[in-house]
Nanobody, 126 residues
Framework: QVQLVESGGGLVQAGGSLRLSCAAS????????MGWFRQAPGKEREFVAA????????GYANSVKGRFTISRDDAKNTIYLQMDSLKPEDTAVYYC???????????????????WGQGTQVTVSS
């Protein structure tokens, strides 16, 4: 079974940067699709970014494309979300997610993921 723990959230001014980390345990990490989702107060959870498998492709929501980068460090069993040029609209709780399998399509669908972290708060001030 996979366990996920996010960290790295905080308060940052618009235009600044943060790097979120997701420490994973379990044997499926290197071959599974990993993703980031976020949820703002009063809104539904939305897709942010995904990495289909270790060394594989990545995909991004249009709202973050060009500003956010997802990456993996297999040696540390950790995935990251580098967030640059942050906007107040990025304020949300960010969740790390992992699938038992890898998905080359539909990785923006939260239903593809089997494991979720507890979330980390990101607040961007104007």
């Amino acid at each position: 079974q996979v366990q996920l723990v996010e960290s790295g959230g905080g308060l940052v001014q618009a235009g600044g940067s943060l790097r979120l980390s997701c420490a994973a345990s379990g044997s499926t990490f290197s071959s599974s699709t990993m993703g980031w989702f976020r949820q703002a107060p009063g809104k539904e959870r939305e897709f942010v970014a995904a990495h289909v498998y270790s060394g594989g492709n990545s995909g991004y929501a249009n709202s973050v494309k060009g500003r956010f980068t997802i990456s993996r460090d297999d040696a540390k069993n950790t995935i990251y979300l580098q967030m640059d040029s942050l906007k107040p609209e990025d304020t949300a709780v960010y969740y790390c997610a992992a699938s038992k399998f890898y998905w080359t399509t539909d990785y923006d669908n939260s239903g593809r993921y089997d494991y979720w972290g507890q979330g980390t708060q990101v607040t961007v001030s104007s």
